[in-house]
């Protein structure tokens, strides 16, 4: 696990690259490039970044296609069940034929499924909460051939786990993935995201989730880490 910059709202090389799930080296030339790459300055130090500055940031070269970069839709009751049809509407594709055989996206739908039944015919139909399927749609953003978990299924855990700190303080997702062991906010699996304790909307539509961290290491206790 990187060294931890003293300031919890400050991120020093290693950490950042944790969290964007790239290499030290791949984020020193998207720095050195930042005028074309949009990658965060520097904060006042000259040395760190500021933690929500790189949480936010998205690498351009591993962007999702074009296809997918559409609006994701947002709208509707997030605990709505829907089909692979309007799953593949809410991700931004144009087409349903757009999931199937190996697509990254499809798989972790699979994966995810909140219901499961069969056909007359004896086939598996599968539905997803929108919240759920909001949650994939983010997951995929920033995941390329230089992530340091390709090769990985999505939302695998790949750091040592964390159980310091004050049971009771909240922390966000990028904290609420370094304690669970994951190396960016977006591998956090839909299961970590509904057990959050405090929930909120942005003013984007965009959920803010916080855990308390003794409610993350429950998590841990149960999976065993």
């Known amino acids: 696990m990187p060294t931890r910059s003293p300031d919890p709202d400050l991120v020093n090389r290693a950490e950042a690259a944790a969290i964007l799930g790239i290499s030290v080296s791949r984020l020193d030339r998207l720095y050195h490039d930042r005028s074309t790459t949009g990658f965060p300055s520097r904060a006042d130090d000259g040395r760190s970044w500021h933690r929500s500055d790189i949480t936010r940031y998205r690498p351009p070269a591993e962007q999702v296609t074009r296809s997918a970069q559409a609006s994701i839709d947002r709208s509707g009751d997030p605990d709505e069940l829907v089909d692979a049809a309007t799953a593949a509407q809410i991700l931004g594709y144009r087409e349903r034929s757009a999931l199937h055989g190996n697509n990254p996206v499809w798989l ?100 803010r989730l916080r855990w308390r961290r003794k409610t993350l290491w429950t998590m841990l206790d149960e999976r065993g880490a």
Do not use: F, M
Not at 172 to 194: C, I, K, M, T, W
């Open 108 to 207: 972790r739908l699979k994966e995810c499924a909140d219901d499961v039944s069969l056909t007359p015919g004896g086939r598996s139909r599968r539905r997803w909460k929108r919240s759920t399927v909001w949650t994939i749609a983010e997951s995929r953003i920033g995941r390329g051939g230089t992530s340091a978990t390709a090769g990985r299924p999505a939302g695998t855990p790949t750091g040592h786990p964390d159980r310091s700190g004050d049971p009771d303080e909240l922390v966000g997702r990028a904290e609420a993935a370094r304690v669970l062991g994951y190396s960016h906010p977006n591998a956090l699996p839909p299961q970590a995201l509904d057990r959050a304790d405090e929930q909120s909307t942005g003013p984007s539509g965009r959920r």
